[in-house]
Nanobody, 132 residues
């Protein structure tokens, strides 16, 4: 099993930027059950929603709400996945989680958003707070 650890959260003002990291205890893609890595967020009292995903072949998806502002990427070693968040808005305030899932997790999107139910390995989350 692989462990995922998120970092990089914090408090910023509207329009600011943050880069989140999702570090895996070993090569993320060592199992077909983890060919898709996604970022999710959950605001207080809300359901967890998909933000972005990156497949083993490098293809990416973005939820409509973050398209053009967020960028997902990974390091060459395949151990860390990043989420660059620019032009942050108060509605981006949430706990952000990274997760890994099988190939179909990256294909089953609704309006660009991946589905939390398709992912089996989760990190503990990192808080992002955007003030106006």
């Amino acid at each position: 099993q692989v462990q995922l650890v998120e970092s990089g959260g914090g408090s910023v003002q509207t329009g600011g930027s943050l880069r989140l990291s999702c570090a895996a205890s070993r090569y993320i893609y060592s199992s077909a059950s983890r060919y898709c890595v996604g970022w999710f967020r959950q605001a207080t009292g809300m359901e967890r929603e998909g933000v972005s995903s990156i497949y083993i072949n490098g293809s990416t998806t973005y939820a409509d709400s973050v398209k053009g502002r967020f960028t997902i990427s990974r390091d060459n070693a395949g151990n860390t996945v990043y989420l660059q968040m620019n032009n942050l808005k108060p509605e981006d305030t949430a706990m952000y989680y990274c997760a890994a899932g099988p190939s179909m997790a990256c294909r089953r999107t609704i309006n660009g958003a991946v589905n939390a139910a398709d992912f089996g390995t989760w990190g503990q989350g990192t808080q992002v707070t955007v003030s106006s």
